[in-house]
C-alpha cells in the first residue's frame, strides 16, 4: 500500500489581475462619466458603511418581488 502525501504550496496574491481589469475598465469611460462618478462617489461609500433603514427596506421589498 502506497503511502500519499500532499504538498503544502502558496501563492501570492498581489491583485495584479483585478488591477488590469480596472486599468482596462477606466480607460473607456468618458470625462463626463469620470465627473459623475466623483461627484456621486461620497454617496455610494456612505452607503455602504451605513445604509438607511429605507434602503434596506427596498433591497428587501425587491429580493422579494423576484
Given at each position: 500500500m502506497k503511502t500519499?502525501?500532499?504538498?503544502e504550496t502558496s501563492t501570492?496574491?498581489?491583485g495584479s489581475v483585478e488591477k488590469d481589469i480596472k486599468g482596462n475598465f477606466?480607460?473607456?469611460?468618458?470625462d463626463l462619466e469620470k465627473?459623475?462618478?466623483?461627484k456621486i462617489s461620497p454617496?455610494?461609500?456612505?452607503?455602504?458603511?451605513?445604509?438607511s433603514?429605507?434602503?434596506i427596506s427596498r433591497i428587501l421589498d425587491y429580493s422579494r418581488s423576484l
Open positions: 500519499r502525501y500532499m504538498m501570492i496574491d498581489n477606466m480607460e473607456n469611460i468618458t465627473d459623475f462618478y466623483k454617496n455610494l461609500d456612505e452607503l455602504i458603511k451605513s445604509p433603514e429605507e434602503t
